[in-house]
C-alpha cells in the first residue's frame, strides 16, 4: 500500500502561482511513476503532468510552458509548481503513484480555484 496526501491548493487570482505537493508513504516511493490529475466540476478527470522514476516528463498540452512537475526521491514527495494560472484550471487536483496496474494508488484531492 501507499499512501498519498495532498497540500498546497487554494484560491489565487488568473495569472498567479500555486504550488502543490504530494507526500508519499509506505513502499519504495523511488519505484513509482507519479502523477497529477484533476477533475473540474462536470468533466472526467484528466492528466495534467507525469514523472518517471528516472525523472521523465509528460504535460498535457493545456499546461505546458506553465506548470512544472518535480520529486524529490529521499523525502517521498511529488510537486506541481503552477503558474500563470487560469480560470480553467480550477479543479480537484489528485496525486497519483502507479507501479503497474495493481499497484496503483491515489490521494484524496485538493481543491484549486482560479478567480477571474
Known amino acids: 500500500q501507499v499512501q498519498l496526501v495532498e497540500s498546497g491548493g487554494g484560491l489565487v487570482q488568473a495569472g498567479g502561482s500555486l504550488r502543490l505537493s504530494c507526500a508519499a508513504s509506505g513502499r519504495t516511493f523511488s519505484n513509482y511513476r507519479m502523477g497529477w490529475f484533476r477533475q473540474a466540476p462536470g468533466k472526467e478527470r484528466e492528466l495534467v503532468a507525469t514523472i518517471s522514476f528516472s525523472g521523465m516528463r509528460t504535460y498535457a498540452d493545456s499546461v505546458k510552458g506553465r506548470f512544472t512537475i518535480s520529486r524529490d526521491n529521499a523525502k517521498s514527495t511529488v510537486s506541481l509548481q503552477m503558474n500563470s494560472l487560469k480560470p480553467d484550471d480550477t479543479a480537484v487536483y489528485y496525486c497519483?503513484?502507479?507501479?503497474?496496474?495493481?499497484?496503483?494508488?491515489w490521494g484524496q484531492g485538493t481543491q484549486v480555484t482560479v478567480s477571474s
Open positions: 497519483r503513484a502507479r507501479l503497474t496496474e495493481t499497484d496503483d494508488y
